[in-house]
T-cell receptor
Framework: DGGITQSPKYLFRKEGQNVTLSCEQN?????MYWYRQDPGQGLRLIYY???????QKGDIAEGYSVSREKKESFPLTVTSAQKNPTAFYLC???????????????FGNGTRLTVT | GDSVTQMEGPVTLSEEAFLTINCTYT??????LFWYVQYPGEGLQLLLK?????DKGSNKGFEATYRKETTSFHLEKGSVQVSDSAVYFC??????????FGQGTELSVKP
């Protein structure tokens, strides 16, 4: 079955360490996204990529970095510069449809990151 | 900029009660509108969508109608079940391939 795999489901790190969250999709989607979810705040866009080797900052990119070397993979690195990294991180993908957006997103099951 | 506002939760209902979760939006142009559902510990799943004014999206007994005149996309279900307990997100398709979410509304259905 096609889908999006995020690993691990739970991740624990010490403050000051960088950590990379994995996201892999086998849906052959061009676009991939990273969202952060905090209680009561909905989802906020961190980074997105509409094509391999290209990505754009979302609304809360500071303290994060991404790469898109392969179509199926979009890893997110949470750096030590992120002031409040503990959150639930969701990866998503969709077919690219030009400048307007009509396709729904397909989500992974998320990674819960706890930094102490 | 574009934005989505949902009614605050949590919403607690008895089984078989009628559900409405309000969603209003601000956007330039005519974006597609979506409802997503998130069950505990999982990612979001698309529940329904509407791509133009007066469209009605429906799925699993849930419905929502794209109302341009009131800039709304309220989610309704005639008879909720315990299994409908989840967090519901309203979203709109913004320019540049971005999806803009509301803050989510938690629904709890009691037997």
């Amino acid at each position: 079955d096609g889908g999006i795999t995020q690993s691990p489901k739970y991740l624990f790190r010490k403050e000051g360490q960088n950590v990379t969250l994995s996201c892999e999709q086998n849906l052959n989607h061009d676009a991939m996204y990273w969202y952060r979810q905090d209680p009561g705040q909905g989802l906020r866009l961190i980074y997105y990529s509409q094509i391999v080797n290209d990505f754009q900052k979302g609304d809360i990119a500071e303290g994060y970095s991404v790469s898109r070397e392969k179509k199926e993979s979009f890893p997110l690195t949470v750096t030590s510069a992120q002031k409040n990294p503990t959150a639930f991180y969701l990866c998503a993908s969709s077919p690219r449809e030009g400048r307007s957006y009509n396709s729904p997103l397909h989500f992974g099951n998320g990674t819960r990151l706890t930094v102490t | 900029g574009d934005s989505v506002t949902q009614m605050e939760g949590p919403v607690t209902l008895s089984e078989e009660a009628f559900l409405t979760i309000n969603c209003t939006y601000t956007a330039t142009g005519y974006p597609s509108l979506f409802w997503y559902v998130q069950y505990p510990g999982e990612g979001l799943q698309l529940l329904l969508k509407a791509t133009k004014a007066d469209d009605k999206g429906s799925n699993k007994g849930f419905e929502a109608t794209y109302r341009k005149e009131t800039t709304s996309f309220h989610l309704e279900k005639g008879s909720v079940q315990v299994s409908d307990s989840a967090v519901y997100f309203c979203a709109l398709g913004g320019q540049g391939g971005k999806l803009i979410f509301g803050q989510g509304t938690e629904l709890s259905v009691k037997p």
